[in-house]
């Protein structure tokens, strides 16, 4: 419910050049936040386990 409600409000703003900047300065926000956090404070954001299969060497 809340992905679908910043959608219409980010196509709302989207529409005239003050809306565009609003989310631009939100992007940024956010972005600069998430920067912030380590790893086990973002919530549903893990880094990527890299698994490696065994390569059979001759």
């Known amino acids: 419910m809340k992905r679908i ?3 219409f409000v980010t196509r709302w703003l989207s529409k005239t050049p003050f809306g565009l900047v609003i989310l631009g300065v939100a992007w940024w ?3 600069k936040r998430r920067g912030d956090q380590t790893p086990d404070q973002a919530p549903g954001r893990r880094p990527k386990e890299v698994r490696r299969r065994p ?3 001759r």
């Open 5 to 7: 409600f910043q959608l």
């Open 55 to 57: 390569v059979s060497r």
């Open 29 to 31: 926000v956010m972005r």
